[in-house]
């Protein structure tokens, strides 16, 4: 079946522009996970939710970076004010806590975000 | 502090050669998983080892994880060059209850090149 999407793929963002990134997980799956890649400082996790609650805003900064689940299976993360040190790519992931595999989560592409 | 630390960074391997990919991580976990990343492309499983002492294998990689001395090793055997890529190690850490955080934790990530 169909894995993780994200769109749009690449996104360049003025700096101070809001942006919004989009995921389509795989069906059935419960928690969605967003993680911000960079060269040299790896992945860490964003923000989370399972069903249709976000948990978790972990990550830096908080306040300006925010999930919303409009839909069981799609989330969008939305960055406010963006500032140059946003400029990442930013993976989603989904997980279903039934999994045999330890609640192993499968992640989408990733969009990559520059911010000028 | 959760911390995961992958070591090498680089690593240049000719083929033919059997090289150890390292992964420390700094407190309670008996979930780690391996995923490698293709350049432009997303984080694609490789192991999910999910007890101590449990060893993984795949083709010419080997994955074992250690949870007392909170080390994971990814062995690589006679590589070739299909294996260049970059190799990450994630935890799913426990807090002080012993549940899980349920995301996870990435290590800096270890680029690989395999020359002929």
């Known amino acids: 079946g169909a894995g993780v999407s994200q769109s749009p793929r690449y996104k360049v963002a003025k700096r101070g522009r809001d942006v919004a990134l989009r995921c389509d997980s795989i069906s059935g799956h419960v928690t969605l996970y967003w993680y911000r890649q960079t060269l040299g400082q790896g992945s860490e996790v964003l923000t989370y939710?399972?069903?249709?609650?976000?948990?978790?805003k972990s990550g830096r900064p908080s306040g300006r970076f925010s999930a919303e689940r409009p839909e069981r299976s799609v989330s969008t993360l939305k960055i406010q004010r963006t500032e140059q040190g946003d400029s990442a790519v930013y993976l989603c992931?989904?997980?279903?806590?039934?999994?045999?595999?330890?609640?192993?989560?499968?992640f989408g592409p990733g969009t990559r975000l520059t911010v000028l | 502090e959760l911390k995961v630390e992958q070591n090498p960074l680089f690593l240049s391997m000719q083929e033919g050669k059997n090289y150890t990919i390292y992964c420390n991580y700094s407190t309670t976990s008996d979930r780690l998983y391996w995923y490698r990343q293709d350049p432009g492309k997303s984080l694609e499983s490789l192991f999910v080892l999910l007890s101590n002492g449990a060893v993984k294998q795949e083709g010419r990689l080997m994955a074992s994880l250690d949870t007392k001395a909170r080390l994971s090793t990814l062995h690589i055997t006679a590589a070739v060059h299909d294996l260049s890529a970059t190799y990450f190690c994630?935890?799913?850490?426990?807090?002080?209850?012993?549940?899980?955080?349920?995301?996870?934790?990435f290590g800096q990530g270890t680029i690989l090149t395999v020359h002929p």
């Open positions: 994630a935890v799913d850490f426990y807090n002080a209850g012993g549940t899980s955080y349920g995301k996870l934790t």
């Open positions: 992931a989904s997980s279903s806590p039934g999994a045999d595999q330890g609640d192993e989560q499968f």
């Open positions: 939710s399972q069903s249709d609650a976000q948990r978790d």
